[in-house]
């Protein structure tokens, strides 16, 4: 492993959530929109995560250097999905500009599928995760301050 590679991981893993928040805190600024440009209510988004350089295979002979795959090993966001699966909720408001004109739902105003319970969650969450990354990336710099000093 390289010198800065705990440093790079966690850095990964700090950007992934600082776009989490960003998502998240989009999805609440619009958990009452009925109406978007591409027509019909808000659809709540969401980040897919992968892993990177997690194919760490064993070369004959044993060079330490092939295993660090240094800047980039960590996390990196796949994709930004909307979640078109989940339903939002119809509320009967036939005044309001949005309702429903014709047929069985006539009426009815669909709202966002976003719960904002759900998503006070999910910032918590990655609230934490961002500063448990920055725990790792404060505790890979005191370590390296302590081996400098043991070279004095």
Known sequence: MGLFTS???????????????????DNIANATTTRTQDGGPFKRSRVVVESI???LTWRTPFV??????????????????????????????PTHPDAIKSG?????????????????VDLISASRSYEANSSVVQ???????KALEIGR
Do not use: Q
């Open 64 to 93: 330490p250097e092939e295993l660090d795959g240094g800047v980039g090993r960590g996390v990196r966001v796949r994709a930004i999905e909307k979640d078109l699966e989940t339903e939002g909720k119809l509320v009967y408001d």
């Open 139 to 145: 505790g890979s710099k005191e370590m390296f301050a």
């Open 53 to 55: 350089g997690t194919d």
């Open 104 to 120: 069985p739902n006539t009426g009815y105003v669909e709202y966002p599928n976003v719960n904002i319970v759900n998503e006070m």
């Open 7 to 25: 440093i790079n991981i966690a850095a990964t893993g700090m950007s992934v959530e600082r776009l989490r928040t960003d998502v998240i805190s």
